[in-house]
């Protein structure tokens, strides 16, 4: 290997250390200020001074207080009270559960989203595209097609987030030794990252 060679390798790879980490650290310091200066009028107004970092702290206190609510009783049934009557407006209704799904696939642990990391034969046959299942169905297909037809999601290069929802029968999905984190590193990196 050359010496410019050697150089420019090297110059990538603190380039690729670089660029996550500060990117990571960006989204947290916007964060936090953004938080920071939204709440710092009303905690002043509140208390009559601020610390750095309190509103932070204030938010994760009502978030952690809206969740042992929302865990009682009362608080379900209120909770589900609200949203019946939210359902009711046309745009909101739309706003509302549009949010309420994304939160719940970022939120909702792996292990309970995806049951398997799967190889499917998409877009034609003989070419595998790889997907994610949750071993959940949609009954009324299965019943029109009389196969057990999994729902599958595969998602596109470099955003794992976007992708579309196959219906595949059960039989014809190939299931992968390979963990979910591996899989989208993969489908991230659009299959450039090396797997052993």
């Keep these: 290997m050359s010496k410019l060679s050697e150089i420019r390798n090297t110059f990538l790879t603190g380039l690729l250390i670089l660029i ?3 990117t990571t650290l960006y989204i947290v310091y916007w964060t936090f200020t953004t938080l920071d200066n939204l709440m710092r009028p009303e905690i002043s107004k509140v208390l009559g001074f ?4 309190l509103s932070l702290l204030t938010l994760l206190t009502f978030v952690f207080a809206l969740g042992v609510f929302g865990r009682l009783t009362v608080g379900k049934k209120l ?3 609200l949203e019946s009557k939210l359902m009711k407006i046309p745009v909101l209704r739309t706003v509302y559960s549009a949010t309420k799904e994304a939160s719940k696939a970022i939120l909702v642990s792996e292990t309970e989203k995806i049951k398997g990391v799967v190889l499917v034969e998409y877009p034609r ?3 595998y595209a ?3 299942t949750t071993g ?3 009954p ?3 019943k029109k097609t009389g196969k057990k037809l999994l729902n599958v999601f595969i998602p596109t290069s470099p955003n794992p987030t976007s992708g ?3 219906l595949v029968p059960e039989d014809e999905l190939i299931y992968l030794d390979m963990s979910v984190e591996d899989a989208l590193r993969v489908v991230i990196s659009g299959g450039f990252t090396k797997m052993d």
């Design 20 to 22: 996550p980490l500060a």
């Design 50 to 53: 601020y610390i750095p970092g």
């Design 79 to 81: 909770i589900d009270f």
């Design 125 to 127: 046959k003989g070419v």
């Design 130 to 132: 790889i997907g994610f």
């Design 136 to 138: 959940g169905t949609i």
């Design 140 to 142: 009324s297909t299965c």
């Design 164 to 166: 579309l929802v196959v």
